[in-house]
C-alpha cells in the first residue's frame, strides 16, 4: 500500500515540526485574566522567514518592524506575539515600544534582538502597557508542546484556537509543516486582525519559502471574507529552520511543488477555519467559480459573491434567493452573460445557462440549513477557476461589533 | 428683501412642475393588497430625457429599453413603473413583457409606445404577471396631484415616500424640479433597486441634461451606500417638458449653472433621505473627507468609510472607536499618512495631525446618539472634497434580509 504523500497530522500545531519551541502567558493586556495574552514562539536554530502583510495603507508598528527585518534577509530566530492591544496609529513612541518588545524577547531567549518578530493584535490608538511586557515576557515558559498555548494567546474573538500540521514524505528527507492563525472577522482593526504563523523543519531557499508563502497566502487567505475590512496588522510569517535535513529545497524542483502544495494545504485549511469561525458565524460558505475568462476574473467574482452582504444575510436566514447571486456577478465587473450561467447550491441545480431548472424550494433551503454551504458557478466563458470561503451575517455580528469598546 | 435664487417647496414632488401628471393602482404584483405597485407619470407634452443607470453587467429588462430608447434621443412623454417584480434575469421573455408594458401605457395615455419609459422593481427572476398589468394599467388615473401617489407606488422596504422639489428663479423666466426616490438599501436586487425620477418645466438642451444629471448623480446618488450591493434596475431618470417658457438653457450659461445647482441641490436632498430611511437604519452618517490628492481621492475615501461595515457597526452601537476609521482610510488605498489626519465625530475633535487629543467619551458617545452623525476628515494632503451619505447596521437589517423570500 502506497502512503499519501502529504497527510494531516491530527492535533498537529506550530510545535510539531523538529525544533520549535512555544509558551504564553497572562501579561495583564487583556482585561479577562482567565487568557493568555502574551507568547513566544522560538526556533532551536535560526531559520529563514517569510512574511506577506496587510495592503493598508496606514499599518502598526510590528508590520513596519517585521518588514524591515525581513528585508535585509534576517535569520529569524523567535516571534514574540500579545494580543489585547494592537500598537497601532500609535505613531513613533509606538515603534519604539515594538522595538523594545522584539529586544526583550531576544534577552529572555539569548538570540540577538534582530533575530526576533514582532505581531500585536487588539484595541488601536493605544500604546503597548509596557511595564506589563517587561515583567510578562520574563515568565514565559517554552517547550516544544507549547504550540496550543501560543495559538489560545493569539485569539481575541475567535471562539476556538486554529491550528493544523501536515506531514509532507520526501524523496530527500521527511518534513513537517505546522501553523496557526488567529482572526474572527476578515479583520478588524480593534480586536481581529488575522494572524497566521507557520513553522516547517524542511531545509528550504529563502528565495523560494518567499515565493511559495505568496502563493499560498493568494489561493487561501486572500481568498475569505468575514467583513471585507482589512487590519493595519495582517500578519502571515513562516520560519524554516531545515531541521528536517536533506537537500535545500528550491524553485523548480519536483521537491518545491510538494512543498507549494502541501504549503497550500495547510493555508487553506487555517483560512477555512477562519472562516468558519467568523464574528458570529453559524456556517462556511464555500464559493467556487469556474469557467471564468481566466484566473484573475473568477477570483475577482468568486470574492464578490463571498462579500455579498445580502448573500451573507440569505444564507443565514436560509433564504433560497438565487437572485442575489447573479446580482453579484453582475457588479463584479468581469465578463459574464447571463445566458451561460450554471448555478448550483448544495447538491441543488438552480439555473442552467441562465435558466431556471424547476427546483424544490425546500432542498435548497435545506442545502442552506447546512454547516457548510457550497455555491457552485460555471460562467462558460473560459476556464479560469477560483474558490473563496466566507460565512454568514447574523445578529449576533451586529451585536459584537456595535459594542467593542464600550 | 432679495429672495433665494433656489428654493426648497415644502411639500412639493414629481408633479410640482407644470404640466406633469401621475397615477397608480394596486394591480396585484405585490401581495399586499393595502399598497400601491404600478403607476404612470405623464407629460403634457413630449419631454428632453436623460438617464443614468445601473453599472452591473447583468441589467434587467427595463434598463435595457430605457438605454435604447434615450440612445435614439426620442422625446418622452410618460413613464410607467411597478414594484413588486424586477422582472429581471428573465431573458427574451422578460425583455417582449417589457416592450408590452410600454405599449400598454402609450396606449392608456394615447402616446407612441417609443415615447414611453419603463421601470420595474421587486423580487428578480420571475416573469411579470402581464394579465394583471394588462387590467390594472386601464384603471390608472392621472392627475396634476398624483406624485405622492406615484411615489408610495415605486415603495418596497422603504418605511417612508421620498419626494423633493425646489423652485429656481431665473433671469428667463422661472421654473421648478420635482422629483422621487425609493431605495431602502443602496441597492438590493429583489427589492430595494435604487430609483429616481425627476421631472423640470424648464426648457432644456438635452445634451446639457444628460451631462447635468450625470454630474449631478456623481456627487448625490453616487456617494451613498446603505449596503454595498448594486442593483441590475438601478434607474435615474429626468423629463424635461419646457412648459415654464423662457430660452433654451444650455451648457456653459449662467443659467446652465444655476440649473446644475438646483438639480445637486434636489438629488442629494433624495440620496440623503434614500440613506436615512436604509432597511434597519436608525441614523444618518455624512462622511466629508477634505484635503485629499484631488477630488477622486476624496471620494474614494469618503465612499469607503461610509461603506465600511464595522463603522456601521460602531456608530450603531454609540461606540467611539475611532480606529475603525483610520483603518477605512487606511485600506482605501489613497495617499494617506497618519501624521497627517485631522479628525472629528460630530462636535467633537478626536486626531489633530494623527494624535489623539484628550476628549470625553461620554461626548463621543452623545454625538453618535445623535439621528445625523457628521464625521469630518481632514487629510491635509491636498485639496480633495468630497461628501458621502449612509446609515447605521442594525440587527434589523439582517433580519430584514435573512428573510425576504422565505
Tied chains: 1, 2.
Excluded at 501560543?150 to 476556538?160: C, E, G, H, K
Excluded at 484556537?161 to 474572527?184: M, W
Excluded at 453582475?330 to 427546483?359: A, H, M, T
Aim: hydrophobic fraction near 40%; proline fraction near 3%; include cysteine.
Amino acid at each position: 500500500m502506497r502512503m499519501k504523500s502529504i497527510t494531516q497530522i491530527t492535533g498537529g500545531t506550530i510545535t510539531s515540526p523538529q525544533g520549535f519551541q512555544a509558551g504564553a502567558v497572562y501579561a495583564g493586556i487583556k482585561k479577562d485574566d482567565t487568557k493568555l495574552d502574551l507568547g513566544i514562539l522560538y526556533s532551536d536554530i535560526p531559520a529563514e522567514a517569510a512574511g506577506v502583510f496587510t495592503t493598508s495603507n496606514i499599518r502598526a508598528a510590528a508590520v513596519t518592524l517585521c518588514q524591515e527585518r525581513l528585508k535585509k534577509k534576517n535569520k529569524v530566530s523567535a516571534l514574540v506575539v500579545n494580543s489585547g492591544c494592537a500598537n497601532a496609529y500609535t505613531g513613533s513612541q509606538g515603534m519604539k515600544d515594538c522595538e523594545e518588545v522584539a529586544s526583550l524577547a531576544g534577552e529572555a531567549r539569548g538570540v540577538p534582538p534582530n533575530e526576533v518578530l514582532v505581531a500585536s493584535t487588539g484595541v488601536t490608538g493605544q500604546l503597548l502597557p509596557m511595564s506589563l511586557i517587561r515583567e510578562g515576557i520574563k515568565k514565559i515558559n517554552i517547550s516544544p508542546d507549547g504550540g496550543r498555548t501560543l495559538a489560545r494567546a493569539i485569539m481575541t474573538t475567535d471562539t476556538v484556537p486554529k491550528e493544523a500540521a501536515v506531514y509532507v514524505k520526501n524523496s530527500d528527507g521527511d518534513y513537517i509543516i505546522g501553523g496557526i492563525a488567529k482572526g474572527s472577522g476578515m479583520i478588524h482593526p480593534n480586536m481581529a486582525t488575522m494572524f497566521c504563523f507557520l513553522t516547517t523543519d524542511a531545509k528550504v531557499n529563502g528565495e523560494f519559502l518567499k515565493t511559495a508563502l505568496k502563493k499560498a497566502v493568494d489561493i487561501s487567505f486572500n481568498m475569505i471574507s468575514v467583513d471585507g475590512d482589512t487590519s493595519p496588522s495582517d500578519t502571515v510569517v513562516i520560519l524554516a529552520n531545515g531541521m528536517a535535513g536533506g537537500n535545500v529545497i528550491s524553485a523548480g524542483s519536483a521537491e518545491s511543488r510538494k512543498f507549494q502544495k502541501a504549503l497550500n494545504e495547510i493555508c487553506i485549511n487555517l483560512a477555512k477555519s477562519l472562516a468558519r469561525d467568523g464574528e458570529g458565524a453559524t456556517k462556511l460558505v464555500e464559493v467556487t467559480v469556474n469557467g471564468a475568462k481566466g484566473t484573475g476574473q473568477a477570483r475577482i467574482a468568486a470574492r464578490e459573491v463571498i462579500g455579498s452582504t445580502l448573500i451573507k444575510t440569505a444564507v443565514h436566514g436560509g433564504d433560497p434567493n438565487w437572485g442575489r447571486i447573479i446580482m453579484a456577478l453582475g457588479q463584479s465587473g468581469i465578463d459574464v452573460e447571463l445566458e451561460k450561467i450554471d448555478l448550483s447550491i448544495g447538491n441543488v441545480d438552480i439555473l442552467e445557462r441562465g435558466k431556471p431548472l424547476p427546483f424544490n424550494e425546500a432542498s435548497v433551503v435545506r442545502a442552506l440549513e447546512q454547516k457548510d454551504v457550497p455555491i457552485y458557478i460555471n460562467l462558460n466563458m473560459g476556464r479560469g477557476l477560483a474558490t473563496a470561503w466566507g460565512c454568514d451575517l447574523s445578529e449576533e455580528y451586529v451585536g459584537i461589533n456595535s459594542e467593542y469598546m464600550t
